[in-house]
């Protein structure tokens, strides 16, 4: 079965990088993108961007442009989100997420909770 | 970026009712657009794609419709396990953004 599998809680100080890991399963990795999604605490979703896990192309939300970096690793079958210069409203659940009928998904992670605070 | 208006942002319904729930888009999306239902803890499950499209495994109670700027997500017949929140979400120019929520609770 498909499963996507992410790292653990983060705790990080403000202008610090986080990246979360995202190891996918049950499915041939390349032929989904990976897309990522968060939830700051008690607030909606909010989608951060895309990335081809067949060719590395990415699409970021316009927010987020020069912060965020999206990979992936074909050969651990892993994505992974980076988020610079990390500010206290970047407290949330990170999500990543696949397969579905493009550009929507029906499998998610867990989530990942980055909690940025001094 | 498009902008997606959900309403309302809480509904109080009760077990039998019929339940709509609409999405609005800043501009015309074609029927490019998702429902999610989350619930407190959980990830989103995806309903509907593609304005009404059922996602497979998704109870026939559910339903979706619209296309351009107006949605609707219908539940026919509200059951306990559906008290959730749901998120419409749109894509165009590839972009993806999400409506604001709707809490659907109990009455």
């Known amino acids: 079965q498909v499963q996507l599998v992410q790292s653990g809680a983060e705790v990080k100080k403000p202008g610090a990088s986080v990246k979360v890991s995202c190891k996918a399963s049950?499915?041939?990795?390349?032929?989904?993108?990976i897309s990522w999604v968060r939830q700051a605490p008690g607030q909606g979703l909010e989608w951060m961007g895309w990335i081809s896990a067949y060719n590395g192309n990415t699409n970021y939300a316009q927010k987020l442009q020069g912060r965020v970096t999206m990979t992936t690793d074909t050969s651990t079958s892993t994505a992974y989100m980076e988020l610079r210069s990390l500010r206290s409203d970047d407290t949330a659940v990170y999500y990543c997420?696949?397969?579905?009928?493009?550009?929507?998904?029906?499998?998610w992670g867990q989530g990942t909770l980055v909690t940025v605070s001094s | 970026d498009i902008q997606m208006t959900q309403s309302p942002s809480t509904l109080s319904a009760s077990v039998g009712d019929r339940v709509t729930i609409t999405c609005r888009a800043s501009?015309?999306?074609?029927?490019?657009l998702a429902w999610y239902q989350q619930k407190p803890g959980k990830a989103p499950k995806l309903l509907i794609y593609k304005a009404s499209s059922l996602e497979s495994g998704v109870p026939s109670r559910f339903s979706g419709s619209g296309s351009g700027t107006e949605f609707t997500l219908t539940i026919s017949s509200l059951q306990p396990d559906d008290f959730a929140t749901y998120y419409c979400?749109?894509?165009?120019?590839?972009?993806?953004?999400f409506g604001g929520g709707t809490k659907v609770e109990i009455k």
């Open positions: 979400q749109q894509y165009n120019s590839y972009s993806l953004t």
């Open positions: 501009q015309s999306i074609s029927s490019w």
């Open positions: 049950g499915y041939t990795f390349t032929s989904y993108g």
């Open positions: 997420a696949s397969g579905g009928s493009y550009p929507f998904v029906n499998y």
